[in-house]
């Protein structure tokens, strides 16, 4: 990504940039091309491990959309429009992770659609990503009525379907949007404020956790878009 489209992308998440008038650049306004290409490795289009629903091998995430879109566990099955699965590269680097579908997403089957969802591809396109290089999904396969919390117990009906998404995905970093997805991922009830700028793995994996405010969030309060701008970065390295 060239300094012009960075700065245009920062400049749409209402960020501003200070660009050093020398070759020395601040870190402040660092973006993709300040880091190595081996930083950035085109994600593998194969699988890398296959992983189990009900006992029954899964070895891919179309398999596993179909059991989702099945799924009957919790009463949230009863007001959805459809399941939402996620989308994204079946092996990408990146895995960004909400809370629940909103409306929006209830209803077109996608996650993160409408502002919140635009936020976050301007957030994707400042580090140099794309919406198809990344795997985007929820922590609730199903919208909650009224938008409300996700209740513990849709939480656990959900958590095995997410586990498996990150069984066959094996990114190299997931990216928890909001206090519930983080809290979710893991296993505590610390605020996101106590979260952010600290490197957390998944459950047994190795595989780093970093947690950053809610696109939506943002949206409400955008003078934390800066804290935003800083969690990116830091979730950039700290990739294996």
Request: one cysteine or more.
């Amino acid at each position: 990504m060239n300094e012009k489209k960075r700065l245009f992308y920062m400049s749409q998440m209402g960020i501003q940039a200070w660009v050093a008038q020398g070759p020395v650049q601040s870190r402040n306004a660092i973006g993709a091309d300040d880091y190595p290409p081996d930083k950035l490795p085109p994600a593998d289009d194969v699988f890398k491990e296959t992983s189990t629903v009900n006992n029954h091998i899964v070895k891919s995430l179309d398999e596993l959309k179909r059991s989702v879109a099945a799924c009957t566990l919790c009463d949230l099955h009863q007001t959805r429009t459809q399941t939402v699965f996620g989308t994204g590269h079946p092996a990408a680097n990146w895995l960004i992770i909400g809370e629940a579908p909103g409306a929006d997403e209830d209803r077109k089957g996608e996650p993160f659609v409408g502002r919140a969802g635009q936020l976050l591809t301007n957030m994707l396109h400042a580090i140099g990503l794309t919406r198809g290089e990344v795997f985007i999904a929820n922590i609730l396969k199903c919208r909650p009525p009224d938008n409300r919390d996700p209740r513990p117990p849709e939480v656990e009906c959900c958590r095995p379907y997410l586990r498996q998404q990150i069984n066959l995905i094996q990114p190299k970093i997931i990216l928890a949007l909001g206090r519930i997805a983080a809290q979710s991922l893991l296993n505590t009830d610390a605020p996101i404020g106590r979260l952010r700028g600290t490197k957390h793995t998944y459950e047994d994996t190795q595989i780093p956790i970093v947690a950053t405010y809610h696109p939506a969030y943002l949206l409400r309060s955008p003078q934390q878009k800066r804290k935003a701008w800083e969690d990116l970065k830091f979730a950039f390295e700290s990739m294996d």
